[in-house]
């Protein structure tokens, strides 16, 4: 039996592909192991986004430098693999397999070179309208289960590598995704997560010709889905038409990811994000006026290019007016190929730590007063796990928030997967704690 081992970084997008991936070895006989030393393949879902990430890596790579030759393959898959193309050959000579996203429908002939003796075997092409779909996909979750809708991205934002790491944007076909959420719902998953990295500009390419809150709506419709939640929405395409198709179908979740990057209309405008802060709290005011308690989080970049003290500020105070339930933040990090390398107005890398951690402070402050509203309500928690340090069940509300509780007449039966009503008792900056109710 031929065995391989993957890891994934990066985000949703990454951890679902990589469960496409799996099913894709498993249907061609191989099976997976839980280590690197025991594998005959050993592969890496890579992450591009920051330095950071790239680096991970080709540091996992030199660590089994040594076991080159002893029959092992290596392999690099993801925006890694699609950004450095045959590069990864020369950083980590040991490689055998580089393939990026676009790439994974020819994965069985691929392996098929590599069992037959390739040395070195690439999948790099971008020219396509294919997206990656199988019915093998062994997703990791029992109960939420990840759902592409499309692959791609056709903006230029200019600090960002996704659209040459993933090439352009191509939709699947609305029948296609209404199927496999009937076939999910089939299998006893009761939360869907649709996925594409602007699932707004999703355009169905059948002659139904579906947009995104189409789609919304007929999601909300599949027997035995309870939960539908969607990730990432893009500003520019985010239409009011999403808004109302959340307030019709409550089994689309409260929670809307909006990256906002920046709160100064000048550096959006150089980030080439194709909003002004006014557009942007635009849609943070259709939010708020929904019936619906709509969550709100986002993703925010401290220190582009030319990010004055002023910008930064503006960026603080829109910390305020969105009073964000989360925030994802990171320090802008030079990526090969991007629009934003033309820049020269470096900011200092003490300037970003200091704004990174003056940001991420006041945050904190505002998700302590956010998280504290939601005391003495009542919320349906997805359980989804038990703390047996704490004795408590970790549910998960319709917020996305991780909302931990006890069971006060405790049965012993494990509720995982069940539904919950549960009263928040307590909250902190990241959580909510509770006692269920039935
Ligand atoms: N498609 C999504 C997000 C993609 S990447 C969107 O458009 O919002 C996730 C987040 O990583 C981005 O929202 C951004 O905040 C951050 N990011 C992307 N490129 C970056 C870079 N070069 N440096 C720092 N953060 C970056
Ligand atoms: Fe990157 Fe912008 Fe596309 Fe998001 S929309 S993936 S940030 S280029
Ligand atoms: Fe990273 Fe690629 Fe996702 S760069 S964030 S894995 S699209």
């Known amino acids: 039996m031929k065995t391989f081992y993957i890891e994934t970084f990066g ?8 469960e496409k991936v799996i099913g894709t070895l498993m249907a061609e006989g191989y099976s997976q192991v839980a280590t690197p030393e025991s ?5 890496y879902n890579t992450c591009s986004i920051r330095d950071k990430a790239e680096q991970k890596v080709f540091s996992r790579l030199q660590q089994f430098k040594k076991d080159h030759g002893a029959g092992k393959v290596f392999g690099v898959l993801g925006c890694v693999a699609q950004q450095e193309g045959h590069r990864v050959f020369e950083k980590a000579p040991h490689v055998g397999l580089v393939c990026g996203s676009a790439s994974y429908n020819s994965l069985p002939q691929m392996l098929v070179q590599l069992e037959s003796g390739a040395r070195r075997v690439t999948g790099l092409s971008l020219e396509t309208e294919d997206t990656f779909e199988t019915p093998f996909a062994r997703r990791d979750n029992p109960h939420r289960a990840y759902l592409t809708i499309i692959e791609g991205c056709d903006k230029a934002c200019a600090y960002c590598v996704v659209p040459m790491t993933r090439g352009p944007e191509r939709s699947r076909t609305s029948d296609s995704v209404i199927r496999e959420a009937h076939s999910l719902a089939e299998a ?3 939360e869907i997560q649709l996925l594409g990295q602007n699932v707004n500009s999703y355009r ?5 010709g579906w947009d995104f809150a189409a789609l919304l709506g007929a999601m909300g419709k599949v027997p035995g889905i309870r939960r539908v939640r969607f990730t ?6 985010f239409g009011k038409e999403i808004i109302d198709a959340m307030d019709e179908n409550p089994v689309l979740c409260n929670h809307v990811h909006l990256p906002v990057q920046s709160g100064s209309t000048r550096v959006l405008d ?3 994000r194709l909003y002004t802060r006014d557009e942007y709290m635009r849609r943070i005011e259709w939010m708020k006026r929904s019936p619906r308690n709509i969550a709100i989080t986002t993703d925010i970049i401290v220190g582009f290019p030319g990010e004055t003290d002023e910008d930064f500020e503006a960026t603080m105070n829109l910390l305020d007016e969105c009073g964000y339930d989360s925030v994802f933040s990171f320090k802008y990090s030079q990526r090969p190929n991007t629009p934003a390398l033309r820049y020269e107005d470096h900011v200092p890398e003490p300037v970003k730590s200091a704004r990174l951690t003056a940001l991420q402070e006041k945050q904190r402050t505002i998700q302590i007063k956010q998280n504290a509203a939601a005391v003495g309500t009542v919320q349906e928690a997805l359980v989804e796990g038990f703390n047996k340090a704490t004795g408590q069940w970790i549910g998960r509300t319709s917020q996305n928030k991780t909302l931990n ?5 405790e049965g012993g039966e494990s509720l995982i997967g ?5 009263q928040v008792t307590r909250s902190g900056p990241n959580s909510l704690v509770g006692e269920s109710v039935n």
């Open 188 to 190: 006893g998953y009761t």
């Open 39 to 43: 594998a005959d393949l050993v592969l």
């Open 405 to 409: 509780f006890i069971r006060p007449r």
């Open 204 to 208: 169905d390419p059948s002659p139904a």
């Open 11 to 18: 985000c949703q997008m990454n951890v679902h592909d990589s």
């Open 418 to 422: 069940r539904y919950l009503d549960v």
């Open 232 to 237: 990432t929405s893009h500003p520019r395409d």
């Open 270 to 272: 150089r980030m080439q």
